[in-house]
């Protein structure tokens, strides 16, 4: 076996064992919990690669679809295994993936979205909006395809990245809710200097207050509630708002000298925020929406946007940007050792969720495979 080498993270594989039959993993067979059981391991078709999963984490989009939210859809039927924020190891190679550069033993992180590569948007590089989303044969893996919360998952070679020496496996399982915050500063067209300001400080508001650093921003905000607002501080935050303390809306204009700031990240999944997010940002700014909210509505002060000339944004998936989240990583730009410090064995799934759902932790990590 190949892929060995020094100084990799802190859970290298030296060699792939072989790959059992039988995989245990967490399944979704009716809404509203999770059961561990026994799945035959997938086998990697034309194109595909199987890795074994070394870490996965669980989002509050997972918690929705566990709940049912989007049934029928996320995922299609039942049973289902969930999971789409992980990292791993290549543990066999399907046919056709001769040229794709990777080898048995490689550690990968797994982009969601596999487009058709035929439409308009996919030929634009624009694959997170596939047009034929609705056409069989789209996956999104982990909502509409077999997830990774689980001991092996199988996806194309096409969606793989190689994971830098010196990024663990758990920091890695980040890189999905990273490389949208990537997208996200990118869609805005952050540049030095900007003022931000991040709502709900959740994984992904505290990874995007670490891009939007890394992009240039020197005044980040953040507004949430509790213990959440120490970790924002320790990770870069020039100002913290608890909005149960005070107004976000009279809070983040004060810490922008007054005028609001340039744009406000919504990474809460709080309808809610989207009215005062309008009212945080100075005129002729922007809006980007990153989290879900489960089907919610938002009541919205319609004309703000005509007068002020805002820019609202639609974030989803992380076209692209996979690579400059990896490389933020492997140069210490994000940091993620707050961020990961609740891991699960599999068998404990529902503890992991438990945290979630309780915000006990900001990240539940399970590690499907020792
Ligand atoms: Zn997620
Ligand atoms: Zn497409």
């Given amino acids: 076996m190949s892929g060995a080498k020094a100084g990799r993270g802190d859970d290298a594989p030296t060699s792939e064992a072989a790959v059992p039959d039988m995989m245990t ?14 799945l035959p391991t997938p086998e990697p078709g034309p194109g595909e690669v199987l890795c074994r999963v070394l870490a996965c984490g669980i989002c509050g989009t997972d918690l929705k679809i566990v709940r049912g939210d989007f049934a029928g859809v996320w995922p299609p039927s039942l049973p289902f295994v969930i999971g789409h924020e992980w990292s791993g190891v290549v ?3 399907g046919p056709g993936t001769e040229r794709s550069g990777l080898a048995v033993g490689d550690r990968v992180v797994a982009e969601n979205h596999a487009g058709c590569s035929a439409c308009a948007m996919c030929r634009s590089g624009r694959y997170n909006l ?6 069989p044969g789209f996956k999104l893996y982990g909502h509409t395809a077999p997830g990774a919360l689980a001991e092996y998952a199988v996806r194309p070679a096409v969606a793989l990245h190689r994971i830098p020496d010196g990024v663990g496996a758990a920091a890695a399982a980040l890189v999905n809710q990273g490389a949208l915050t990537v997208h996200a500063a ?31 921003a020197t005044t980040v905000v953040v507004v949430g509630r509790g213990d959440r607002l120490r970790t924002a501080a320790d990770l870069g935050a020039s100002d913290v708002v608890d909005y149960e303390h005070e107004s976000p809306v009279d809070a983040v204009r004060a810490a922008s000298g007054g005028r609001g700031v340039d744009v406000v990240f919504d990474c809460s999944g709080n309808p809610a925020v989207l009215a005062q997010a309008v009212g945080a940002t100075r005129r002729g700014g922007s809006v980007a929406v990153l989290g879900l909210t489960g089907g919610a509505r938002a009541d919205v002060p319609v004309d703000a946007f005509a007068l002020d000339e805002l820019t609202l944004y639609g974030v989803r998936s992380s076209p692209n940007a996979y690579p400059a989240m990896l490389e933020l990583l492997a140069s210490g730009a994000v940091r993620t050792e707050p961020l990961t410090a609740d891991r699960f064995v599999l068998d404990d799934v529902h503890a992991a969720f438990e945290a979630l759902s309780a915000r006990t932790s ?4 399970v590690l499907p495979t020792k």
């Fill in 25 to 38: 993993a967490a399944l979704l067979r009716q809404y509203g919990r999770l059961d561990v059981g026994q």
């Fill in 91 to 93: 543990a066999g190679l």
């Fill in 130 to 135: 596939c047009e034929r989303v609705r056409e």
């Fill in 186 to 216: 990118r869609r805005v067209g952050l540049t030095a200097g900007a003022s931000v300001a991040v709502y709900g400080p959740g994984l992904l508001g505290l990874l995007m207050l670490q891009v939007a650093r890394a992009s240039g």
């Fill in 362 to 365: 900001i990240r539940p990590i």
